[in-house]
């Protein structure tokens, strides 16, 4: 796995050392805390207390093949020293005149562990963000295909966030089998 | 009471302030990772342009039809920061009437707690806040939400909105500006209920404040229930203010349930408004104002396409059952039971985009004077919402 050229895996790379994140950040607000929350989130799924994460890179090549969107800094492999816990997305989709920020945790097999709402900036449609509707995502993996009101159930009130959100994983899971396919993870 | 609102504002803003300023004291010192550097890139967009629209054609049985661009509304947005945004919509009704149906300025303390200020929805019912019409079946708007809950009902003030992601919860709590007991000359009615006190903000005139409250709960998939509150008194111009009868008291509840499960959908609403001393204001003003409204209506829908197209094809069928009339005798006026209506409502909506339906309906107006004749009508028409 390539490993990015941010600090932290400069330091990574320098002295070879394991990254233990620990993202300690008080915050108020609104994005408060993203990291705090992605961290814990990581944490509270997979079961551990430290982790260490890379961030995957992808081609350009590959990029262009995919649906959903990769920046080469939106993908993280998340182990401890001696195993592979699984992997983490971080994505937008829009909502009704915004956009919304997502995170979706897999397991090492690429099947969906949990999905969290990190950020959501407008008042409509923000009721996705409720843990009961998000843990219809659970335990989806890299075949299945998501459908609104079928296999996904609708909010009144939110319509918009909820397709936007059914389709942005439907995107996920068909861009992850690409890689997956092509051994990138 | 001016001033007991001057200091909610300055309360609730002190309040939002010190937490902005101890986040970005923070902020600072963050240390940047990957994931930081994504999502701190700037992401508001600036102006948001929107709008929705219905244009409708109404034919009565035995009368001469109408042909109506019903409303047309321009939503606008700016988004100054992350916490701060500006919301408006300008509506042209009947193309010829042009009103300002939103315009609030909002500030995001955190993720689940928002002040907002200025002209806004109140939160009653389904209709007055999902009012775009591909969010609701028939051409024309639920009569509960006209009759009962007087949508589109708007006016000036503050108050807070958040969610609770763990409890699948939304609140809002407002204090706005209640209805005129006089409005440029037209008064409360039988009719219509408190309909024409709406101020919508034009020069509205304030001496009480009132307030409204609405949870939503959404935590049992496909289904959305709502439990609103409004309390308060109407609004008397300041010569009559202390004379018997000037204003009247309101206590309003509404309860709203919404389900989805794959092509089936049903939506329900109670509303019931208690008036007080409306005896006094019925003397004074020469009318005929209940001292009770109530309205209630069901509906179910069916989807006859499959889930999996793009297309919706819902056919539907309401009854609604309201009453201007619901109580009378502490108002002291005779009941009219032509105000306790009730109408079955059959149709069609044919989504044939997302944003985009064509409506058709039949309705039948009964009400409950003795030998009343049913009315029918047919409704055609589109909306949009983008």
Redesign the interface.
Known sequence: MVL?S???FDMNFKFGLILF?S?I????????D??KK?DKEIRTTYNVETYSYN?ITISQEVVKELTAKF?N??L?KIHTKDELLGYAY?G?APS????F?YLILFDKDLIIMKSK???????YG??I?????LK?FIGKTLTDEL????NI????????SV?SMTLAINKLLQSIKILHNKNII | MNKAILLFAIFISTFGFSQNTSKDTIATNQQQNAVNTILSSKNSKGITIGGYGQVDYNQPEGKNGKLDVHRFIIFLGYKFSDRVQFVTEIEFEHVKELFVEQAFLSYSVSNNFNIRGGLMLVPMGIVNEYHEPTTFNGVERPNVDKSIVPSTWSEIGIGVSGRFNEASLRYQAYIFNGFASVNNGKVLGGLNGLRNGRQKGAESIINTPNFSAKIDYYGISGLRLGLAGYFGRTQAEDDVQDIDGADVGITMVGLDARYVHKRFSARGQFIQAILTDTEAYNILYETDLGSELKGWYAEAAYNLLPLSKEQKLDVFLRYEQYDTHAATQDANIARNLAYNRNEWTLGLSYHVADGAVVKADYQFFDNALENNKTKGQINLGFGVWF
């Open positions: 990015n941010k600090i932290f994140v993202l950040t008080l915050s108020f607000g609104l994005h408060k993203l990291n992605i961030v920046d800094n939106n993280l971080i937008k009704k005149t915004d956009e920020d709402i990190l950020i959501y900036r407008e008042d923000g009721e963000g409720s843990k009961r509707w219809q459908v609104y009101g079928d159930a609708a909010i009144s009130g939110a319509t918009i397709k």
